[in-house]
C-alpha cells in the first residue's frame, strides 16, 4: 500500500487549506485512512479518519468544525478540507491507513501504512 499526501503550504491565520491523500490499495473490503499531524517538539496526533465506506468519520476535539474529512473512492483520494486555520495547527501532516478497520481509531500505531508528510504552516 503507498499513499501520497499533497497540498501543504503556508497559510495566514483565518485561511483555508486543502490536503489530499492518494492511497494505492483498492482490495481490501474494509478500511480507516486518517489524518494526524505531528507539531515541532510535539506527539504525533490524530487529526480526522474516515472509513472507506465515507459515511463514518472523526474528529479530534480540537478540530471544533473547522476541518472536513471526504473521500472519493473513484480516485481512492481522501481529503482533509482544514478552515478557520490557526497558528497552533502548524504541523507536518501525515496520512495513513488502518487496513482491516470497521471504525476510525486514533492511536497511530495501529495505523499499518503511512504516507511522507506535507508541511502546513500558519502564521498570525
Known amino acids: 500500500v503507498q499513499l501520497q499526501a499533497s497540498g501543504g503550504g503556508s497559510v495566514l491565520a483565518g485561511s483555508s487549506l486543502g490536503l489530499s491523500c492518494v492511497v494505492s490499495?483498492?482490495?481490501?473490503?474494509?478500511?480507516?485512512t486518517a489524518w494526524f499531524r505531528r507539531a515541532p517538539g510535539k506527539e504525533r496526533e490524530f487529526v480526522a479518519g474516515i472509513l472507506n465506506d465515507g459515511e463514518r468519520t472523526r474528529y479530534a476535539d480540537f478540530v471544533e468544525g473547522r476541518f472536513t474529512i471526504s473521500r472519493d473512492n473513484a480516485e481512492n483520494t481522501v481529503y482533509l478540507q482544514m478552515s478557520s486555520l490557526k497558528p497552533e495547527d502548524t504541523a507536518v501532516y501525515y496520512c495513513a491507513t488502518d487496513l482491516g478497520a470497521r471504525r476510525v481509531m486514533t492511536l497511530s500505531r495501529v495505523y499499518d501504512h503511512w504516507g511522507q508528510g506535507t508541511q502546513v504552516t500558519v502564521s498570525s
Open positions: 490499495e483498492r482490495r481490501v473490503t474494509y478500511y480507516a
